[in-house]
């Protein structure tokens, strides 16, 4: 019996090291609004959806519009540095995926990130012919669960 086998990756912190690009696209896209975030309220955001980051960093003064706003701002400047500077593969990523495809796996990417940003950075590692599907923050309701710190 041949029993499929398959693997399901994330996009940011397992494919590629992202964390430096999604600071300056953060960094900037709250400066040009006319607010200023430190290193590590990112750090303490990084994962999470735009619409959570933004009510914790915006508080009272996030309204949907704004968030909707400064979150696709956001996105397209992430996404634009990618497109000027381009991405790489973790170390070894290329080649498991390579070998994952070629011995018969299947593989797909489940990321709280939207589905653009994920189109583009397949797209940098000339990637998307790996993977047999994709489900992004843009095809749930809820994301990932809020890290509470002590």
Do not use: C
């Amino acid at each position: 019996m041949n029993v499929p086998r398959a693997v399901l990756w994330d996009v940011d912190g397992t494919l590629i090291d992202s964390e430096e690009l999604h600071w300056i696209a953060w960094r900037n896209t709250m400066a040009a609004e006319g607010h200023q975030i430190t290193h590590q309220q990112f750090l303490s955001s990084f994962g999470q959806r735009n619409d959570t980051i933004l009510s914790g960093w915006l508080g009272a003064l996030a309204t949907p519009e704004g968030v909707r706003r400064i979150s696709d701002a956001k996105e397209e400047r992430y996404r634009q540095l990618i497109r000027v500077n381009g991405i790489s593969a973790l170390p070894g990523v290329a080649s498991w995926v390579r070998r994952l495809h070629e011995q018969g796996w299947l593989q797909a990417i489940a990321s709280a990130a939207p589905r653009p940003n994920i189109d583009v950075v397949l797209e940098a590692l000339a990637a998307a012919d790996y993977f047999e599907g994709v489900v992004s923050a843009d095809d749930v309701q809820k994301g990932k669960p809020v890290r509470k710190y002590i």
